[in-house]
């Protein structure tokens, strides 16, 4: 089989010097079969996990239809807008728009939150050719007339199932809907749950869909491996762990924001060098986290999977998953951030008992198991253990769970004789209004109509616990959305 060239693709030529300055010759599989589609004008609908080359399988052919067309630009409009769901990506796409159109002569800029909106103003005052944004800080200067998007003939809209996990799903129907009709619009996603189907499905036409390895969620370079372990001893595994040599560049995840900078303070009082990296951080601060982890002066750095997305850093040798995360489609994008670009990488995870259900999920969705490197499963956590509830102390702070006793067999026996025992003045109860006298029968009929209501209301109620439980990462993202929306 022949492989393409992008100098075979049909790139102007300010584009292909700047590939060939940068050394790059050959397109990705995304790259070879995004960018003729691309530059053909159709919509396209692509599927491609994180680290495989999909920013320069948009931008390439995006700039190169921007130059082509060289129209002038309106006052406070954008030729294209690229939607993103944080601050590091948006960032991460507008480095990548400056270096492969530096001979272009195209404006771009990015506009984001967590940053005073003065200077994106200003930048947008005479209008750019493309945009660059979050959408809550889009949307702001929208509603305050600084930005118009009535003239962008491109959209791209780029991490879409973190998109929605955000809960940024309605700020993204606003922004499509004051778009142009006729426009060319595309979706990357690392992966494709209904609702970004769904999604896709409302601002695509007639799209050509491309995949990359659609089955195989997980990049084949990696190597997985899980600890089992208690959730009080993981700190002293990750510091054994960290004494290697060959752990040399890592990302460690954590749950939550307390966990990062938790986890990170931990290190550095062991000699380890790391930054801790989330949303309550201001951007300088993220900005500088990650400065000194690309050159390599922090060893380590301490993220959660909201700020961490976007993250562009070569050669991470080490993901760690210091904690799992509830929702399998994270896994994919945290151990994305090493084996970019054809590279190899390792992702460990440590799993403690409360975790288990949620590597059986990961292990379901990746159709693959991980290799088991210490430790056994914990008996109660097995087949028939209980998920954690989403949104409960368990699942945030499965720390606590796991002490001594917390989930133990004998407490879970008597978890299951509780209800028995409680069933019998349940019972009793029931047996009180057959002994009470015999209404009459008007009461007897509205009593039938009352238990008719009643009965409705239990089987709407019964269907919603029953439809949850099949649909709890959806539930999730509405109630988190907000939390991760002003983060963005």
């Known amino acids: 089989m022949t492989t393409i060239q992008f100098s075979e693709l049909g790139l102007a030529e300010p584009l292909r010097r700047v590939l060939t ?33 999909k920013t320069a399988a948009f931008a390439l052919p995006l700039l190169h239809k921007l130059a082509e067309a060289n129209r002038p630009v309106a006052p406070r409009s954008a030729q294209a807008l690229i939607l993103a769901p944080t601050r590091e990506l948006a960032l991460q796409i507008g480095d990548s728009l400056r270096t492969y159109g530096r001979h272009l002569g195209l404006r771009h800029t990015v506009i984001m939150g967590g940053v005073k909106a003065g200077g994106q103003i200003r930048a947008m005052g005479r209008g750019v050719h493309i945009l660059v944004a979050t959408p809550g800080r889009l949307l702001d200067l929208v509603n305050q007339r600084q930005i118009r998007l009535d003239h962008a003939a491109h959209l791209v809209l780029d991490e879409a199932d973190r998109m929605l996990d955000m809960g940024f ?23 494709m749950p209904a609702d970004v189907a769904k999604l896709a499905g409302e601002i695509l036409h007639n799209p050509v869909r491309i995949e990359v390895s659609p089955r195989k969620l997980t990049a084949e370079r990696i190597d997985q491996s ?14 054994r762990l960290l004494k290697g040599a060959d752990l040399s560049r890592v990302i460690v995840f954590t749950r939550t924001k307390h966990g990062a900078n938790k986890v990170a303070r931990q290190l550095e009082q062991t000699g380890v060098d790391a930054e801790a990296l989330h949303g309550n951080k201001s951007q300088a601060a993220r900005q500088k986290a990650l400065a000194r982890f690309r050159s390599g002066e922090a060893r380590v750095l301490v993220a959660t999977d909201i700020a961490a997305r976007g993250i562009d850093v070569d050669d991470v040798s080490h993901v760690i998953n210091y904690e799992l995360p509830n929702e399998p489609e994270s896994y994919v994008h945290r151990i994305g951030r090493t084996a970019r670009a054809g590279a190899g990488g390792i992702a460990l995870s440590f799993c403690d008992p409360a975790e288990q259900a949620y590597l059986r999920d990961i292990e379901k969705l990746t159709k693959s198991a991980l290799t088991v490197a210490e430790g056994q499963p914990a008996a109660q956590a097995g087949k028939g253990a209980r998920r954690p509830k989403n949104g409960s102390k368990a699942a945030k702070r499965p720390a606590q769970s796991a002490k001594p006793g917390a989930r133990g067999g004998n407490q879970t026996a008597e978890a299951v004789k509780r209800p028995a025992q409680a069933a019998k003045p349940a019972a009793q109860r029931r047996k009180q209004p057959a002994e009470a006298a015999k209404p009459s029968a008007p009461q007897a009929k509205a009593g039938r109509s009352k238990g008719k209501t009643h009965y409705s209301r239990g089987l709407l109620a019964g269907l919603a616990v029953h439809s949850s439980g099949g649909d709890a990462p959806l539930k999730r993202r509405r109630r988190d959305g907000a939390r991760a929306r002003h983060a963005a």
């Open 226 to 239: 899980v600890f089992f372990v208690e959730a009080a001893s993981k700190r002293d595994l990750l510091h």
């Open 169 to 191: 799903v309605r700020d993204v129907r606003k922004i499509v809907a004051l778009l142009p009709k006729a426009r060319q619009s595309l979706l990357f996603s690392a992966t």
């Open 21 to 53: 300055a940068e050394n790059y010759t050959t397109p990705t599989p995304i790259q070879a079969q995004a960018i003729p589609v691309l530059l053909d004008g159709r919509d396209v609908l692509g599927v491609a996990q994180t680290g495989t080359g």
